[in-house]
C-alpha cells in the first residue's frame, strides 16, 4: 500500500477552489464547494472529499453537473419548504436550502424542508453542522440516483440501493460538544470502495459481496463485469433504513427513486428530505443541557475492553480527525493528487501551488 501524500489543507483549498471556479462557477460558488469538500478530508471522509474533483469535472464536461445554479425555490407554505437543485452543485444548492430552511425555523420552530435533483450532496453532515451553527437540531434522509445501484437489499444478491445517507444533529452545551451522526444506509460508502482502490487497501470484511452473493473484501469486486454489490449496515436494520430513505427522500420531494424506470445518465444525483427543529420550543434550555451532559457523560464512562479504545460518540471521530489533519495535513492517494494536479494544470491553476505542497 502506498503511503498518502500530506498536502496542507489551506493549499488543497486553494487548489480546489481554482479548479472549482475555472470549470464555470463564480467565487461565492467555488469557495463553498471547496469549503466542502476539504472539510469532508479533514474530517476523515476522504470517499466525499478533493478526490471527487475528476468525477465532477467529467460530469460538467457532460452536461450532468451545471455550474453557477442556485436552490430554485418551488414551495413556501409555512412550515413547508421545497427546493429544486437544477444539477447545481449540490454543495452550494444544499447550503442554501438549509440557510431557507433555518431562517424559517427561527419563525415557526419547525421545518420540513425538500430539496430535489441537485447533483451530488457530498457530506451529509455539512448540513448537520450548519443547523448546529444556528442552535437547532436537523435530520436528513437522502437517496442517490442517476447511476445503478450500488447496494443490496437484505437477502439479495444483486444490487437495488444507492448508499441512502442519513444525519441527525444536535447543538451540544457549555460541557458537551456537538453531536453529528452521519451515515451511510450501506455497510460502507462507495466512495470509501473508490478509495480503498486508490490506496490498494482491502475493505472490511462483511461489507461487500460478489456478484454471487459470495463474501469478499477485494474493492475491485464492486466495480467488476458482472459487479458485487455492497452490504446493508446492520442487516435487515439497515436494508429498512435504505428504503425509507429512498421513500422520504425521493418520493416526499418529487425528485425520483433508484427504480430502473428513472433515468440513468451516470452522474450523481441526490433528493434531500431535511427536519429543522428549535429545541427552545419544546423545553427548558438549563435542563435540557443537563441531561445531554448526563447521558453523554454515562455513555463515555463505559469501560472499553481490555486493549480497547475509549468509548466516543457520534461526531467524535471527525472532531478529532479534524484537529490532527489541521496540524499535519490532510492526507492523499498519490493518484488523486496527481489528479488533482493534471485537471488544475488544464484548468490553469497556478504551477506553484500544483508543483509543491509546502506551505
Not at 8 to 36: C, F, K, N, T
Not at 39 to 63: E, F, M, N, Q, W
Not at 94 to 108: K, Q
Request: charged share 20%; aromatic share 4%; with cysteine.
Amino acid at each position: 500500500m502506498t503511503a498518502p501524500i500530506l498536502i496542507p489543507h489551506r493549499r488543497l483549498h486553494r487548489v480546489v477552489q481554482a479548479i472549482i471556479r475555472a470549470h464555470g462557477s463564480d467565487e461565492r460558488e467555488a469557495e463553498l464547494v471547496a469549503d466542502h469538500l476539504v472539510r469532508a478530508d479533514l474530517s476523515g471522509h476522504a470517499s466525499h472529499g478533493t478526490g471527487l474533483i475528476p468525477t465532477y469535472v467529467a460530469a460538467i464536461g457532460k452536461g450532468l453537473l451545471v455550474p453557477g445554479t442556485a436552490a430554485l425555490p418551488i414551495r413556501d407554505d409555512g412550515p413547508f419548504l421545497a427546493f429544486d437543485g437544477r444539477r447545481g452543485y449540490g454543495q452550494r444548492v444544499g447550503h442554501e436550502a438549509m440557510e431557507a430552511a433555518i431562517e424559517r425555523c427561527r419563525e415557526t420552530g419547525i421545518v420540513v424542508m425538500a430539496l430535489r435533483s441537485a447533483h451530488h450532496l457530498g457530506r451529509i453532515g455539512a448540513y448537520g453542522e450548519q443547523s448546529i451553527a444556528a442552535g437547532l437540531i436537523s435530520l436528513h434522509f437522502a437517496n442517490v440516483i442517476d447511476h445503478d445501484p450500488f447496494v443490496a437489499p437484505f437477502g439479495g444478491r444483486e444490487a437495488r440501493y444507492g448508499t441512502n445517507p442519513l444525519c441527525m444533529a444536535m447543538p451540544g452545551t457549555a460541557d458537551t460538544p456537538p453531536l453529528l451522526l452521519d451515515m451511510a444506509t450501506s455497510a460502507i460508502a462507495v466512495g470509501k470502495v473508490r478509495v480503498a482502490t486508490e490506496t490498494g487497501a482491502r475493505v472490511p470484511a462483511g461489507s461487500l459481496q460478489g456478484p454471487g452473493g459470495e463474501p469478499a473484501t477485494d474493492p475491485a469486486v464492486l466495480f467488476g463485469e458482472p459487479p458485487g454489490s455492497l452490504l446493508p449496515c446492520g442487516g435487515h436494520k439497515g436494508s429498512g433504513l435504505a428504503l425509507f430513505c429512498e421513500l422520504l427522500a425521493g418520493v416526499l420531494t418529487r425528485g425520483g427513486t433508484i427504480h430502473p424506470g428513472n433515468p440513468r445518465q451516470g452522474s450523481i444525483v441526490n433528493n434531500m428530505l431535511t427536519f429543522v427543529l428549535d429545541p427552545a420550543r419544546l423545553g427548558e434550555h438549563d435542563w435540557m443541557a443537563a441531561e445531554i451532559d448526563a447521558v453523554v457523560r454515562y455513555v463515555r464512562e463505559a469501560p472499553p475492553p481490555d486493549g480497547g479504545g475509549p468509548v466516543m460518540v457520534a461526531g467524535e471521530p471527525e472532531r478529532l480527525a479534524v484537529e490532527e489533519r489541521s496540524a499535519k495535513g490532510v492526507p492523499l492517494a498519490a493518484g488523486v493528487w496527481e489528479d488533482i494536479r493534471r485537471i488544475g494544470a488544464e484548468a490553469g491553476v497556478e504551477r506553484s501551488l500544483l508543483e509543491s505542497w509546502q506551505e
